[in-house]
């Protein structure tokens, strides 16, 4: 292998630059027993283990006019050969994770929790598909370019806040968050593959996400006796990242506030009853298995899966009352009639839409749903609120 190589690098630079013609020249001197095209992959392998990968691909985006260090990697494609070359200036923003948590415990203790069970009636606040990072304008040349950031957010989240205190009918209160509540990784959705348009690095991201989720607590501790906060995990979005965040979120109202359970969901379908009521929680989509998921309108696929996890679940069966919760879909509908065995509530999304849905479908509303909930019997108010 090594003369292979010595020749191959001879011939590279007597100007023989053609991979297959230096296969062939190979098989010919060498007496080898092999075909061409397997010489020449194994010409171009050899070849570009000295391409000088630095220069190349800083060339490359200098030509396209963005930032060497946002590349991971990048292929040379010729008629002859197709070169796959790692970027040794990309640089994965690593988050100092203990730093930012510590400026969201400021001095705090674990602390012993106090359960108060509902009586009558809870109250429940269901958001879901934030998107933090998110970049929804593109310069301000998306077709309805609009911020998406650390200020819009937690100014949504103080209009939330007022709302569900002037709308408070109970001492407990449920909060549902439905999942996608980060945009991606690198640019990334969970998946791969799926490049999205971002205006946070991951670290900001996280900073962002894991503060405004304290600060809804901090401002709706002193009015609920207890609150139930149930985060979805398990999305095509956010994935590990967003249980990354919810986790540390998790660790911070633990030690800040005694009267707040925090629960990761990190299955595709959850549950939790209460009194009569009892109600699934998903995204709509997960991170590996469901291309499409659960479709706005319940079709009998969907109506089968639900069906089965009820069936499947005996405390489920003992309800009178099912409601089946998702996001993903970034619509307002309420479904009550396609099936007699639960209701069906898509959730809006909290964040505005992004270019893509802009231009694909429409410009779309942002806000989120708050209910008041008779726990015996079927009366439910439900109240949306948008943007």
Same mark, same amino acid.
């Given at each position: ?16 630059? +053609? &991979? ?16 061409? +095209? #397997? ?18 691909? &800083? ?86 370019? #609009? ?65 405004? &989720? ?20 398990? %999305? ?91 996001? %993903? ?59």
């Amino acid at each position: 292998m090594a003369l292979y190589t010595e020749r191959i690098h001879e011939l590279y630079a007597s100007g023989v630059t +053609n &991979k297959a013609e230096i296969g062939r020249i190979l098989i010919k001197e060498f007496n080898l027993d092999t075909n061409e +095209n #397997t010489m020449r992959v194994m010409v171009s392998r050899t070849l570009s283990k000295n391409v000088d990968c630095d220069e190349g691909v &800083k060339d490359a985006c200098e030509n396209l006019g963005i930032s060497p260090s946002s590349v991971p990697y990048m292929w040379l494609k010729s008629k002859e050969a197709s070169l796959f070359i790692k970027n040794p200036n990309y640089k994965v923003s690593e988050i100092d994770y203990d730093k930012i948590i510590a400026d969201c415990m400021d001095g705090y203790v674990p602390l012993v929790k106090q359960y108060v069970q509902p009586v009558n009636s809870f109250d429940r606040l269901i958001w879901t598909d934030v998107h933090v990072g998110m970049d929804a304008s593109r310069k301000g040349l998306a077709l309805y370019a #609009t911020d998406w950031n650390a200020e819009v957010l937690n100014k949504q989240i103080d209009e939330m806040v007022s709302f569900v205190v002037g709308n408070k009918k109970s001492d407990y209160l449920i909060i549902d968050e439905l999942g996608d509540y980060m945009d991606g990784w690198d640019g990334e959705t969970t998946r791969k593959g799926h490049k999205l348009p971002q205006n946070m690095t991951n670290e900001e991201a996280f900073e962002v996400g894991l503060k405004a &989720k304290v600060l809804l607590i901090d401002k709706l501790a002193n009015v609920y006796k207890h609150i139930t906060c149930n985060n979805m995990c398990e %999305d095509n979005h956010s994935g590990a990242f967003g249980y990354v965040v919810n986790a540390a979120f998790k660790h911070i109202i633990d030690c800040k506030h005694s009267n707040v359970t925090i629960i990761n969901h990190q299955r595709f379908l959850n549950h939790y009853i209460i009194g009569d009521h009892g109600f699934i929680i998903s995204h709509g989509k997960d991170s590996r298995n469901l291309k499409f998921g659960f479709k706005p309108q319940l079709d009998p696929r969907g109506a089968e899966k639900i069906s089965q996890y009820i069936r499947h679940n005996e405390e489920l069966r003992r309800c009178k009352f099912i409601e089946f919760s998702k996001g %993903d879909s970034h619509q307002c509908l309420f479904d009550m009639c396609t099936s007699d065995e639960f209701d069906y509530f898509n959730y809006p999304a909290f964040s505005p839409s992004s270019e893509w849905v802009q231009t694909n479908f429409k410009k779309g509303r942002s806000g989120f749903v708050f209910q008041n909930v008779d726990m015996h019997s079927d009366r439910k108010i439900i109240t949306p609120y948008f943007f």
